[in-house]
C-alpha cells in the first residue's frame, strides 16, 4: 500500500522557518519524483516544488525561489522541504505527492498524495 506522511508545519512568526517531511511508504522512493504543494483558503491548489527521483533536478515556483529547498534521501524514503523567510502569503496546507516527472519547468501528473500538513504563518 502506498502511503506519503507529511510532517513538520505549525504555527510561526514572520521571517520564520519550518523544514517540512515527506516520509514515503510501500515504495522505493528513488522510484518516483516527489512534488510539493500547498492549497490555501479560498484559492487552487500550487505546486510549489519538485524534485526528480536520481538526479536530482528541482523546480521552485517564481514566488518562493530562494526562499524554499527541496531534498531527498532515498535511502530514508524522505523528502525535506526547508521554507525560510516565511511569509503570511505561505500560510496553506502543504502536501507532498508522487509525480510522474520533475523538470525545470515543473512537475508531471501526480498519483498518490499525503493527507497534508497546516503551516501558519502569523504574529
Known amino acids: 500500500q502506498v502511503e506519503l506522511e507529511e510532517s513538520g508545519g505549525g504555527l510561526v512568526q514572520p521571517g520564520g522557518s519550518l523544514r517540512l517531511s515527506c516520509v514515503v511508504f510501500g515504495f522505493a522512493l528513488d522510484d518516483y519524483a516527489i512534488g510539493w504543494f500547498r492549497q490555501a483558503p479560498g484559492k487552487e491548489r500550487e505546486a510549489v516544488s519538485c524534485i526528480s527521483s536520481r538526479h536530482g533536478v528541482t523546480y521552485y515556483t517564481d514566488s518562493v525561489k530562494g526562499q524554499f529547498t527541496i531534498t531527498r534521501e532515498n535511502a530514508k524514503n524522505t523528502v525535506w522541504l526547508q521554507m525560510n523567510s516565511l511569509k503570511p502569503e505561505d500560510t496553506a496546507v502543504y502536501s507532498c505527492?508522487?509525480?510522474?516527472?520533475?523538470?525545470?519547468?515543473?512537475?508531471?501528473?501526480?498519483?498518490?498524495w499525503g493527507q497534508g500538513t497546516q503551516v501558519t504563518i502569523s504574529s
Open positions: 505527492a508522487t509525480v510522474q516527472r520533475c523538470s525545470g519547468s515543473g512537475s508531471g501528473q501526480t498519483d498518490f
